[in-house]
């Protein structure tokens, strides 16, 4: 038995499929890592696997349970990015001053 299945998932917005047909199990203990340049649908995929996009088609399975309909407030499973602070508004002084040497 799978941990986590995924059957033919995918999302379209409008006629722009962002993920298309993705089938992968993840068993316990199991490590993945999603791959792919900017645009390719890494955070789409994601946003799905934690409820808070619905796929236009396929299957999201937790421990035999289809969750593709949970709603993310019952799923308890949460994405965090890792954005950057930006510099932009900083001068070259500023800048420097806060790397280590």
């Given at each position: 038995?799978?941990?986590?299945e995924?059957v033919?998932?995918?999302?379209?917005?409008?006629?722009v499929v962002?993920?298309?047909e993705?089938?992968?199990?993840?068993?316990?203990?199991?490590?993945?890592?999603?791959?792919?340049?900017?645009g390719?649908?890494?955070?789409?995929?994601?946003?799905?696997?934690?409820?808070?996009?619905r796929?236009t088609?396929?299957?999201i399975?937790?421990?035999?349970?289809?969750i593709?309909r949970?709603?993310?407030e019952?799923?308890?499973?949460?994405?965090s990015?890792?954005r950057?602070?930006?510099?932009?508004s900083?001068?070259l002084?500023s800048s420097?001053?806060?790397?280590?040497?």
């Amino acid at each position: 038995m799978a941990r986590i299945e995924l059957v033919g998932l995918s999302k379209a917005f409008g006629s722009v499929v962002a993920v298309k047909e993705v089938t992968m199990t993840v068993q316990p203990g199991e490590l993945r890592a999603v791959i792919g340049p900017n645009g390719a649908g890494k955070t789409t995929f994601f946003n799905m696997l934690t409820g808070l996009y619905r796929p236009t088609f396929g299957t999201i399975a937790f421990d035999s349970t289809d969750i593709t309909r949970s709603r993310p407030e019952r799923l308890g499973v949460a994405m965090s990015t890792d954005r950057q602070p930006s510099m932009a508004s900083f001068t070259l002084r500023s800048s420097s001053s806060r790397v280590s040497p």
